[in-house]
Nanobody, 123 residues
């Protein structure tokens, strides 16, 4: 069993920055891919970023590329999402997810999910 808990969401002005954290507990593997997704009311879950646990492979959604960075701290079993130059369109609930395979953009491929953390960007 793997448990994921997101934190770091909040209210920020457009152009500001925020760092989300995803802490993992229970059974973990160094080969697990970790990812961030987001979902706004009435919209489908959207891919944001992903990385393998070693950090050697990363993927980003087109809407966040160049502004967001996924990072890791293996000693703490924690994955981060550094969000810069935030836009009102980034407002959503952000979810952490994990799968025991290669990184992918498909949410259905991930086996474990956190409960999400709300990010609101004011205009």
């Amino acid at each position: 069993q793997v448990q994921l808990v997101e934190s770091g969401g909040g209210l920020v002005q457009a152009g500001g920055s925020l760092r989300l954290s995803c802490s993992a507990s229970g059974r973990t593997f160094s080969s697990y891919a970790m990812a961030w997704f987001r979902q706004a009311p009435g919209k489908d879950r959207e891919f944001v970023a992903a990385m393998n646990w070693s950090g050697r492979s990363t993927l980003y959604g087109d809407s966040v590329k160049g502004r967001f960075t996924i990072a890791r701290d293996n000693a703490k079993n924690t994955v981060y999402l550094q969000m810069n130059s935030l836009k009102p369109e980034d407002t959503a609930v952000y979810y952490c997810a994990a799968r025991a395979s290669l990184v992918t953009r498909a949410p259905t491929a991930y086996d474990y999910w956190g409960q999400g953390t709300q990010v609101t960007v004011s205009s």
